[in-house]
């Protein structure tokens, strides 16, 4: 039998399938639709220190291969969180990480902090599009100091894996995951939402109340595997690799690329079950071309190095 | 709530442009209450890439029923499914119509597909008022569907058939001329219609559940893309997928 | 009627659909199957001094709602074009833009130079998606300086229009298009193809000869439309959009975000008459709703200014 | 060269998993030469967002076939289109293969749908030629094609029907035990059998052209998407859509 298993610190993830922030709640909306503990982890929405309503309608627009959100981090809070939902999670049998938005570095913090000592909580992934209010709503996640910078402050207050998930809205992606490796991530995931928007015509509005918002699915499959490259040729820490994967081959892609695990998104709106089975097709595909530990397709990429991003004319 | 992929059983036009399709889930068919909705993929590819919304519309046995018209791809595809080929189907989901006791007389109230979630109510509804009064409007007499329905009246814009007019004002006639025994109204339509209903129910002091409809992403509460805003409560957006699609019509802002 | 041309310095445009650079040839090659003289104009495939032979096969590969290209610039040279080009193209009873690649900023000036004595030549667009061999083959178009440089130094050399084509593949395109405003550009057009890559599972190798290449199709339009709103946000020299355009709607939202005019890329793949048609149906569009110029169109987005591509949280 | 929507006149599975598709077009029908391929868009949808080549497989009067198996998505619309639904066809495309006055066996030589050039090939040639022989390779019987070709030698990887191995094997054999005159072999199928083809016409030293394939985004030269290396020449590639898809084999190099 192929393993499929992981690790990241002492975490143990049963395999290389994850579901993304934003796309399974918090874990307990699903339970009829999936088994969660047949995949490797789950991660649940991005959580800030206080409730978040959330941006006004107009928050999702569908586009070809793909859909545009602007959901506005609506979540429930650190607080609701714990006392409702952790419960549940605790009796999961996967790995459960919790994803930490917030609009300063300090309450990056304190959301940390505070749900470090839930044993239920194995790790925290961050997610760096946030708007900086000091720096008037400018993205951390396209600072490369200020997304160092909140790795530094929550690797000091913690011991469990901290994954820093960035964003693809940034010239050299690698710049930002050589920073965050140095300021002592275990990992990075990505990519987030490339900013997109869409038009009605007939009313002349924007179809998102914000104007532009996130893109997702298919269509960024080929921009996602592009800057999971980019980054695995710049770092030696393990990637998490995001974006558009709706199948076992895409999940391998992303391991070819130099993913060590993958989490699957706006697929689980499409069939809640695609996870489990892009984690079974993997696993499958593996034993079938007898490869005997899924390890061995990260990186595994046959490209040949005389010719490369930079030196290519599109 | 299940995730099937049904068989389809039946498809109709059953009237100009207007599809009835019907599909075999004993879960859906026998758990569904009125208002609910099935959330459809209607192909394997990514073209549409998300599901599409469509209210519970009859039930009998293990079968399910859906109406719709053809207003895009998911829906042109779904018009073209053959008894045989199979639909990816998820529900029942979101919270159905509330008709407690003490309603004597249903009123409902359809504008064009709106109609949808009605044969499905009347159906549940039937042994426990007294009486049921249905509204139906359509831009014209072809686009009027209007069957496993009870006590109908009609409404056109070009009165082609029945009133010549909105269902709203056709209704407004109607509640002047007759009395009714502690009525509900149940609404489900374009967004100027639910307005303008809304209106009337405050007008007419009657309670309202107004079905509504919106752009969604998943229709089972995770992905907080379906908010409507709420009158007033300690939060500020309900969604309508898992709160709605049907709302008191004093509890929600309806969009512009 | 509705008036469907615009100008850009003395040459009048009769509509704002233009065909896109690498995706219409030389202007020649489908001359059986579109008439060019129905559009507001054709821009050549990139043009460097010497003629290239371009990168290795594994040059396209098809992604959901788009396709990857890596052509490597391969064209026939200036001097090829000039002599066996021109003559038909002097035929048109429209719009010629000539699209200038280079390896150097002389290498951009030299042909810029020769081309702006052939009338015509009505004007240039310039590609800096080009590695700068100076540089180590860091493309031009994601150095703000350079793409600067690039512009003021081609704008004393011409006196027809000059666009800069900008690449989407940078943190703030604004940035961009405020550089090369002041420069002296007379249009920006955007935008490029957006960097993404495909890998092939079973040989392990990435689909294109030089691993990363560019994404272009409908699945990139909701980027582009956002690039082409934020360049229109920071400059007032008019914006030619680029991007998955497949139908007259799409063309209209580009125009609605800002956009003056709009170029036809892949689409004259699928389908060699799209232009021809959208061109059609966009002045079709205008006079169902009683509008008389399409310049009414051109940023007329009815957007809620209190929200803004830096405030929403993804 | 035209782009028609073209109305399909006929569909049939013609062997296992192998379907022809006809359909009218005059223009396309009555300018085809061998070799040459016409590029469909099988949908008005984005997926497949490029048109497929097909090689014109027969023509008469006014309509056209082309022979494909089911690879992907693209193949799979096609193989389900219905007679009267239409097609959006632009051809002809590309350079037919070269049958030069002077040759007087033209030796075809198919490796699984390579076939689809030859009943042209052979409609064309058969009055300008004296001998046709043809290699049919297949990797069972059921998947073997052989209609409208003359003196076909059948070989299956399995041996179900005729030689058993490669179809360039049994061409070998045919060679050794037979006198031919004039030959010129015409290859198409998998690139690995190409190449095996191309090695044995270089050792038999018999001019040969090779219908290659490869991916393509537009079939007419303007995206510069389908290069083949060239053996020597001033260029060093050419473009398998409108050099190609057919090419003497001393002046490509085949990739590996
Ligand atoms: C809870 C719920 C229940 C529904 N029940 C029914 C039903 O029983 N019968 C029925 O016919 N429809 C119903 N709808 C609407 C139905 O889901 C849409 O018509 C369908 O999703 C359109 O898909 P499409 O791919 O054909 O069109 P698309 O390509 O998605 O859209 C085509 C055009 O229609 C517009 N459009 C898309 N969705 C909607 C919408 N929800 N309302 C108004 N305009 C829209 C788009 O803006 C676009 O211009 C329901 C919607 C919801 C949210
Ligand atoms: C000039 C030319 C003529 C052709 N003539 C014929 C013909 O007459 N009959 C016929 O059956 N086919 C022919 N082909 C191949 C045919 O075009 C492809 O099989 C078809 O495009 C596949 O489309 P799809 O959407 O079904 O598969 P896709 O979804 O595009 O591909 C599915 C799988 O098949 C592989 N694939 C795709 N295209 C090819 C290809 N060209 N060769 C090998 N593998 C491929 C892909 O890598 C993928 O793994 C020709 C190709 C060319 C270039
Ligand atoms: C509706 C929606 C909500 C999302 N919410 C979050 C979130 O709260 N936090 C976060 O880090 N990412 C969020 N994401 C981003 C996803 O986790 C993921 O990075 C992105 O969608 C790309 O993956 P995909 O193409 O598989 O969807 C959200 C995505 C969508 C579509
Ligand atoms: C095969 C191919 C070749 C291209 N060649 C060039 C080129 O030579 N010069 C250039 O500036 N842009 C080139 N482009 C980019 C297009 O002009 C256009 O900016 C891009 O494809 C986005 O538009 P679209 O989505 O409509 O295709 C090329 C695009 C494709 C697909
Ligand atoms: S549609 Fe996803 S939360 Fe309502
Ligand atoms: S396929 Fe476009 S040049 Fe050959």
Redesign the pocket.
């Known amino acids: 039998m192929t393993k499929t298993s992981f690790k990241l610190r002492d975490v143990e993830f049963k395999n290389r399938v994850l579901v993304a922030s934003g796309t399974f709640g918090y874990g307990d909306e699903l339970k009829d639709l999936v088994d969660v503990n047949m995949l490797g982890g789950m991660i649940t929405k991005s959580l800030s220190w206080k409730p978040r309503d959330g941006n006004p309608p107009g928050r999702i627009a569908?586009t070809t291969g793909g859909m545009l959100n602007s959901i506005g981090l609506a979540n429930i809070g650190v607080h609701h969180f714990v006392k409702d939902k952790l419960p549940y999670l605790k009796t999961l049998n996967t790995v459960v990480i919790v994803n930490i938005a917030a609009s300063s570095i300090d309450e990056y913090c304190d959301v940390l902090s505070l749900l470090d000592q839930e044993a239920a909580v194995d790790g925290f992934e961050i997610n760096v599009s946030c708007p900086n209010v000091k720096e008037g709503g400018l993205s951390f996640g396209t600072d490369c100091d200020a997304t160092a910078e909140i790795t530094s402050r929550l690797r000091r207050l913690t011991e469990k894996p901290l994954i820093i998930k960035l964003t693809p809205n940034v010239t050299h992606v690698s710049e930002f995951a050589k920073a965050v490796a140095r300021a002592g991530a275990d990992a990075v995931s990505l990519i987030n939402t490339v900013i997109g928007m869409a038009v009605?015509i007939k009313t002349r509005k924007p179809r998102l109340s914000t104007v532009t918002g996130g893109l997702s699915g298919p269509a960024i499959k080929p921009i996602a595997l592009a800057k999971v490259y980019e980054a695995a040729q710049s770092v030696d820490i393990p990637i998490i690799g995001i974006g558009g994967i709706a199948s076992a081959e895409d999940a391998l892609e992303f391991l070819l690329v130099g993913a060590s695990a993958v989490q699957i998104g706006t697929m689980n709106y499409v069939d809640p079950s695609a996870s489990v089975k892009i984690a079974q097709g993997m696993a499958e595909f593996a034993a079938r071309n007898n490869v005997g530990d899924l390890a061995e397709f990260v990186g595994a990429l046959d490209a040949n190095v005389e010719f490369s991003v930079l030196q290519s004319w599109l | 709530m299940v995730q099937e992929i049904a068989t389809v059983t039946g498809r109709n036009e059953v009237a100009d442009g207007i599809y009835v399709v019907k599909f075999s889930s004993a879960h859906i068919s026998r758990t569904s209450l009125p208002g609910q909705?099935v959330n459809v993929r209607v192909g394997n590819g990514f073209l549409?890439l998300l599901r599409?919304?469509?209210?519970v519309?009859r039930t009998q046995d293990d079968e399910a029923e859906?109406?719709?018209?053809?207003?895009?791809?998911?829906?042109?595809i779904l018009s073209e499914k053959e008894p045989g080929e199979k639909i990816d189907v998820l529900g029942p989901l979101?919270t159905p119509f509330g008709y407690q006791k003490g309603v004597d007389t249903a009123i409902m109230v359809a504008g064009g597909?709106g109609v949808?979630?009605f044969p499905l109510l009347t159906q549940k509804i039937r042994n426990q008022v007294k009486r049921i009064e249905t509204f139906v409007g359509a831009a014209t007499g072809r686009k009027l569907w209007t069957e496993h329905l009870e006590n109908v009246h009609a409404a056109t814009d070009d009165g082609t058939k029945g009133f010549r007019g909105t269902v709203v004002a056709q209704l407004a006639e109607f509640l002047e001329s007759n009395k009714v025994l502690h009525p509900k109204i149940f609404g489900c339509g374009p967004t100027r219609m639910l307005h303008a209903l809304s209106d009337l129910a405050k007008r007419y002091e009657i309670a309202c559940d107004l079905?509504?409809?919106?752009?969604?992403a998943c229709g089972m509460g995770i992905c907080q893309g379906c908010p409507v805003e709420r009158v007033n409560g300690t939060k500020k957006y309900s969604l309508?997928?898992t709160d709605g699609?049907t709302f008191d019509s004093r509890e929600i802002v309806l969009q512009a």
Chains 1, 3 share one sequence.
């Open positions: 569908e009605d | 909705f549409p599409r919304p469509f209210s519309c859906i109406v719709f018209n053809i207003v895009g791809e998911g829906t042109r979101g597909l949808a979630p079905s509504l409809e919106g752009d969604m309508v997928c699609p």
